[in-house]
């Protein structure tokens, strides 16, 4: 609750002392109704707790601005952070039934310290080699999900986090790492000489690469002890091995990992043309794609699968793991069992 007030008033909401006893009735209710459920809230309802803790102290102190006390307060681009909830706090006037709300910028929610804080990305400090190099350090976000914690460079954003059981019994937590601004589609043409087929003129080639795993999977299993297969690796003939579309699966070998073991390899697919506009659709083979796959224990519970992680800037790819050295590097369990797999 002080927490709460301290922010308040740095936000200089709270002038007078009947205003904060105002605002005090108000948010006792809120934090009370929240108390009961934070020992037990799983991520969904944990994001409904913080959201509505945010919309709660914005009504209060009035962020919107000075008066305007009857409008409705929304949370956009939920994102979860190691530090808490992170949304983009938006305001529609009560006049507006609809229409495009008024953005008031980004707060972090922490539900187990009950604050709402202004938020934005902080710099990563630059690496020695960036300073030698002279390149600029890119910022970064500390991201939570799946049980695990890391720093992502701000071009990237993950995708939602899907739970699943592998026929094995293994609980697995997933999501992919994107592009937070996705390029367009770049659709491409055939003709006759290339393979192509009618019409010639249209040009809607789209190539695909096979198998697309998820970019980081955290599996609960002893990778040592249990053996069991973590999609693409899978123990056989006495060594984790990943699969070749043109011979038999290659064993990974052990690599240094941010001073952890992994096991690293290059998982190979067969890559194929297909069409996407034109019907009926036909296809033909465009080689082989490939892909890099890492394997490694995090902690004794919690193994950690990453399949292509994703890159730092072009000025220190050869830095880390492959050119993965910020998300590489910052990889850790978040010490949140709930969200754990």
Partial sequence: MTAIFRFLRRAKCLLRNVRLVQAAGLLGVAVLWYQPLLASA????????????????????????????????????????????????????????????????????????????????????????????GGVAEGSVSVRACGVAFDLPSQYRITR???SVSRQGVRVCAFDIVPAQAAP????????????SPPYPLCDWDISAGHDWPTVQVARTRVDADRLPLDPFNFERGAWRLP??????APSSKVPFFGRQARHGEVLMRAAW???????????????SSADAYLLQLT??????????????????????????????SLRAAGRPSEEP
Wanted: a negative charge; one cysteine or more; hydrophobic letters at 35%.
């Fill in 42 to 133: 799983t991520p969904q309802s944990s994001q409904r707790q913080a959201c509505a803790l945010l919309q709660t102290v914005a009504q209060a102190a009035q962020l919107a601005g000075e008066g305007l006390t009857t409008g409705r307060y929304g949370c956009q681009s939920p994102h979860e952070t190691a530090d808490g909830w992170v949304f983009a706090l938006q305001y529609l006037e009560p006049a507006k039934s609809v229409g495009e709300a008024r953005r008031l910028g980004h707060y972090l929610v922490d539900l187990d310290a009950e604050t709402v804080t202004p938020w934005s990305p902080s710099p990563r400090a630059p690496s020695d080699t960036e300073g030698r190099l």
């Fill in 161 to 163: 986090p899907v739970r």
């Fill in 185 to 196: 589609k770049s659709l491409e043409c055939k003709d006759e000489a290339e393979g192509g």
């Fill in 244 to 249: 070749n579309a043109h011979a038999q699966a």
């Fill in 274 to 288: 297909h069409r996407t506009k034109a019907q009926p659709a036909v296809g033909m083979q465009a080689g082989t």
């Fill in 300 to 329: 004794p519970q919690l193994a950690v699968v990453l399949v292509s992680p994703p890159l730092d800037s072009a000025a220190h790819k050869s830095e880390g793991v492959g050119g993965c050295h910020t998300f590489c590097r």
